[in-house]
DNA sequence: TAGATTGTTAATCGATTAACAATC
DNA sequence: TAGATTGTTAATCGATTAACAATC
């Protein structure tokens, strides 16, 4: 039985930014597997189904403690309870949505938000059409309600689904709301104080990135 | 000793996936830029306003040519132009979208995909109500037509917006249809040819990645 | 010319992998 | 015990940054 050790080095060594992508991806992987009744994994078969070496697995989880069992491996039920604990994740995040357009809509009503702890609790929009509907259960409010709202509920996570343009000021409001992080998706570059964390999704940037892998083979060839 | 000549070498260089990344970012805040009647900027003002250094700037550009002037630095058309050839945009692509629920409709009906040279042609579902209909003049198809579309039509780039339990079967026949890469927005891992490539994005873990750094932040204060 | 900025090499920094004693 | 696998250090690999001659 390992001695729960890590209490004190949690998170003061920097922890590269990938080391917490691939957290999540194992997170993912081990709800999967725990799903279809996987109760152990070694590090070798969740790298291998993931992508990553063995070593790179083990190497990232010690970032945070000691989880695994020599000979053993890691228990997907408790490894996952740790993983959420490290992503902060272990706990109900509410969370604002700015910009209720087609994409907006549908990240209100994402189901895999809410299987990880996520919940829309309050969306934002400038058209009084929408203001004071509810879609999928979560109200819609003015813009000018913005930092009322967020202040009111404490909500310190926004996803920014407003037009490029607009997108930097919102922005500005939403911190000067207190939010702490933030997910844009709007394509342009925002910028924020280092205290604000910053996610950004740019679905055409994905796509390109797969074009250039395309047109990469096929010079190739 | 022989001079190795570096004139004709793109894409022989193995890239790093970063750089790739960073030449989507690039293009992005030229074309804003542009936009903004900007016509030339320097390495160091572009890695500025992106936050990352001038020498990364340039050392990420050379691996593809020679786009700059010494003592001007880059015109923002010209490098436009260039960093399109590089990733493929310059062209336009069809692409097919599989899963027509919720996010999927808002893909389809997304600006951002046209205005980068991406152009949905052809959506396909299980529903036989949707079946049929066309969605922002896209056509929906029933899945049954999947290979025959995607052959007929040679397209080579799908967007997967299915549920998870059904993503790796989908990505199987797309790959039998002949697509080359596919992006992936269900929250499972897939596993494909090496000859495809893949783009996964998972909403709940962009969250996390945001979770993560507002939770380490409240640890250190 | 003086000032600005590129392209590129070499130095530095950081992340991944290999290896193995410890452990179950 | 024998076999499997962890946690961790050291070695390797790769990516970023600093520096500067070349150039406009």
């Given at each position: 039985m390992s001695n729960p050790k890590h209490s004190d080095n949690?998170?003061?060594?920097?922890?590269?930014?990938?080391?917490?992508?691939?957290?999540?991806?194992?997170?993912?992987?081990?709800?999967?597997?725990?799903?279809?009744?996987?109760?152990?994994?070694?590090?070798?078969?969740?790298?291998?189904?993931?992508?990553?070496?063995?070593?790179?697995?083990r190497k990232d989880l010690t970032y945070f403690g000691q989880f695994g069992y020599p000979g053993i491996g890691y228990r997907c039920e408790e490894l996952i309870v740790e993983i959420k604990k490290i992503l902060g994740t272990d706990r109900k995040w509410p969370v604002a949505l700015i910009g209720v357009g087609n994409l907006g809509r549908a990240l209100l009503g994402y189901r895999g938000f809410g299987d990880q702890g996520f919940q829309f609790v309050a969306a934002f929009d400038l058209e009084p059409e929408k203001i004071g509907q509810s879609i999928d259960r979560i109200?819609?409010?003015?813009?000018?309600?913005?930092?009322?709202?967020?202040?009111?509920?404490?909500?310190?996570?926004?996803?920014?689904?407003?037009?490029?343009?607009s997108a930097q000021s919102v922005a500005d409001r939403l911190v000067r709301a207190g939010i702490d992080g933030l997910l844009n998706f709007a394509?342009?570059?925002?910028?924020?104080?280092?205290?604000?964390?910053?996610?950004?999704v740019d679905l055409a940037i994905e796509l390109e990135q797969l074009t250039f892998a395309v047109v990469k083979k096929d010079d190739k060839s």
């Amino acid at each position: 039985m390992s001695n729960p050790k890590h209490s004190d080095n949690t998170a003061d060594a920097v922890v590269p930014k990938a080391v917490v992508t691939r957290l999540s991806l194992y997170l993912r992987e081990l709800q999967t597997l725990l799903r279809g009744g996987t109760e152990t994994i070694s590090s070798n078969q969740l790298g291998k189904v993931l992508g990553f070496t063995d070593a790179q697995v083990r190497k990232d989880l010690t970032y945070f403690g000691q989880f695994g069992y020599p000979g053993i491996g890691y228990r997907c039920e408790e490894l996952i309870v740790e993983i959420k604990k490290i992503l902060g994740t272990d706990r109900k995040w509410p969370v604002a949505l700015i910009g209720v357009g087609n994409l907006g809509r549908a990240l209100l009503g994402y189901r895999g938000f809410g299987d990880q702890g996520f919940q829309f609790v309050a969306a934002f929009d400038l058209e009084p059409e929408k203001i004071g509907q509810s879609i999928d259960r979560i109200p819609v409010f003015g813009l000018e309600q913005l930092e009322e709202i967020i202040g009111q509920r404490s909500i310190k996570l926004a996803v920014l689904a407003v037009p490029a343009a607009s997108a930097q000021s919102v922005a500005d409001r939403l911190v000067r709301a207190g939010i702490d992080g933030l997910l844009n998706f709007a394509p342009v570059t925002i910028a924020l104080p280092s205290s604000v964390s910053l996610v950004g999704v740019d679905l055409a940037i994905e796509l390109e990135q797969l074009t250039f892998a395309v047109v990469k083979k096929d010079d190739k060839s």
